[in-house]
């Protein structure tokens, strides 16, 4: 009786193939996937390949994304100093060739970062021989799947990208403002490219705001009046109110070179807050040991390094020297020496 249960359960068995080692393997019906116990490969059997017919239309939109942000960045360097240093260099030649220097570093790191960031493959996993028993050897496809738009193996940390149409190595995200997805190949210099894009912003809403001031018209403030010393809220509120409208009176005054240091400030500000969030959650991930997309995927436990600030080190490729200057390198030391 036991034997004919087994037969039965064979029966009802479908036999199908290994994609990775091309081994034989009796997989139910009812499953989804099966992993093979050989080679480690993971197949999916209810896969489909959806049609990557925009994908002609999203290399337009990357492309124009990267035309825009260029050429924004060119007009932002090219306004701030037509606006700002000829204020700068009238108040002192010397002050004026240092403020130079810094924007021409500034934008000259921020230019070639970005370009290596857009233009740079963002990382193609490596090749790896697979699809017949003798050259797979035991577990030479752990948890790798097979990617049906690229007809080849996909490791774990690969994910495969219908704007770029290839599978990229450790990839975080499809970034449309460089055209280009963040992987392990152009991660360093996309996070480099924010540093250098957050610093540049700070550095021309401070410019700014000094140039500004220098050549703002005078306000036309009338003297405070208090009532035997004492100040209430009353009080308080009116000089506010009489101050902002003296301020805005003024602007009418503004020469073009006034409202265009008003509208860098401000452009400044904006862009600036943006990117900090940005970089923020980037070195946050950087930090834990994850990219975005590992993160999103965590609940398919997925592998992660420790959260530990030798991750920045890695990743920056720092020295090791460096890691002293860090907290987790003496806390790291203390576990070990107990």
Same mark, same amino acid.
């Given at each position: 009786?036991?034997?004919?249960?087994?037969?039965?359960?064979?029966?009802?068995?479908?036999?199908?193939?290994?994609?990775?080692?091309?081994?034989?393997?009796?997989?139910?019906?009812?499953?989804?996937?099966?992993?093979?116990?050989?080679?480690?490969?993971?197949?999916?059997?209810?896969?489909?390949?959806?049609?990557?017919?925009?994908?002609?239309?999203?290399?337009?939109?990357?492309?124009?994304?990267?035309?825009?942000?260029?050429?924004?960045?060119?007009?932002?360097?090219?306004?701030?100093?037509?606006?700002?240093?000829?204020?700068?260099?009238?108040?002192?030649?010397?002050?004026?060739?240092?403020?130079?220097? #810094?924007?021409?570093? !500034?934008?000259?790191?921020? %230019?070639?970062?970005?370009?290596? $960031?857009? @233009?740079? +493959? &963002?990382?193609?996993?490596?090749?790896?021989?697979?699809?017949?028993?003798?050259?797979?050897?035991?577990?030479?496809?752990?948890?790798?799947?097979?990617?049906?738009?690229?007809?080849?193996?996909?490791?774990?940390?690969?994910?495969?990208?219908?704007?770029?149409?290839?599978?990229?190595?450790?990839?975080?995200?499809?970034?449309?403002?460089?055209?280009?997805?963040?992987?392990?190949?152009?991660?360093?210099?996309?996070?480099?490219?924010?540093?250098?894009?957050?610093?540049?912003?700070?550095?021309?809403?401070?410019?700014?705001?000094?140039?500004?001031?220098?050549?703002?018209?005078?306000?036309?403030?009338?003297?405070?009046?208090?009532?035997?010393?004492?100040?209430?809220?009353?009080? #308080?509120?009116?000089? !506010?109110?009489?101050?902002? %409208?003296?301020?805005?009176?003024? $602007?009418? @005054?503004? +020469? &073009?070179?006034?409202?265009?240091?008003?509208?860098?400030?401000?452009?400044?500000?904006?862009?600036?807050?943006?990117?900090?969030?940005?970089?923020?959650?980037?070195?946050?991930?950087?930090?834990?040991?994850?990219?975005?997309?590992?993160?999103?995927?965590?609940?398919?436990?997925?592998?992660?390094?420790?959260?530990?600030?030798?991750?920045?080190?890695?990743?920056?490729?720092?020295?090791?020297?460096?890691?002293?200057?860090?907290?987790?390198?003496?806390?790291?030391?203390?576990?070990?020496?107990?």
């Amino acid at each position: 009786m036991q034997e004919d249960d087994q037969s039965t359960s064979v029966d009802v068995a479908l036999e199908t193939n290994c994609w990775g080692c091309g081994l034989c393997v009796l997989v139910s019906p009812t499953a989804s996937g099966f992993k093979c116990g050989w080679c480690g490969a993971i197949t999916k059997q209810n896969a489909v390949k959806i049609d990557n017919k925009h994908f002609r239309w999203r290399v337009l939109r990357d492309r124009c994304f990267v035309s825009i942000v260029l050429l924004f960045m060119l007009f932002f360097i090219c306004l701030g100093i037509w606006a700002v240093y000829p204020v700068v260099f009238s108040i002192s030649y010397l002050c004026g060739v240092f403020h130079l220097s #810094i924007e021409v570093i !500034l934008s000259i790191t921020t %230019l070639s970062s970005f370009y290596l $960031a857009a @233009f740079r +493959p &963002a990382g193609a996993p490596p090749t790896i021989l697979w699809g017949s028993y003798p050259t797979v050897g035991k577990g030479g496809l752990e948890n790798y799947t097979f990617c049906y738009y690229c007809s080849k193996p996909k490791s774990p940390r690969t994910h495969h990208c219908r704007s770029c149409g290839m599978c990229i190595l450790d990839m975080d995200h499809h970034c449309p403002f460089i055209g280009n997805c963040v992987g392990a190949a152009n991660h360093r210099c996309f996070i480099i490219f924010l540093i250098s894009t957050v610093i540049s912003t700070v550095y021309l809403a401070i410019t700014t705001s000094y140039a500004a001031l220098c050549i703002w018209p005078p306000l036309d403030q009338r003297p405070a009046r208090m009532w035997n010393g004492f100040v209430n809220s009353e009080l #308080i509120f009116r000089v !506010l109110k009489e101050n902002i %409208l003296a301020f805005l009176s003024s $602007a009418m @005054f503004l +020469p &073009a070179r006034g409202l265009v240091l008003v509208y860098l400030f401000i452009s400044s500000v904006s862009l600036g807050i943006g990117l900090i969030v940005l970089l923020w959650q980037q070195l946050f991930y950087i930090y834990i040991g994850k990219t975005y997309l590992s993160h999103l995927r965590e609940g398919d436990n997925v592998e992660t390094e420790k959260q530990d600030c030798q991750n920045l080190v890695r990743f920056f490729g720092w020295p090791y020297s460096a890691a002293i200057y860090l907290p987790s390198y003496w806390k790291s030391r203390k576990i070990h020496e107990k």
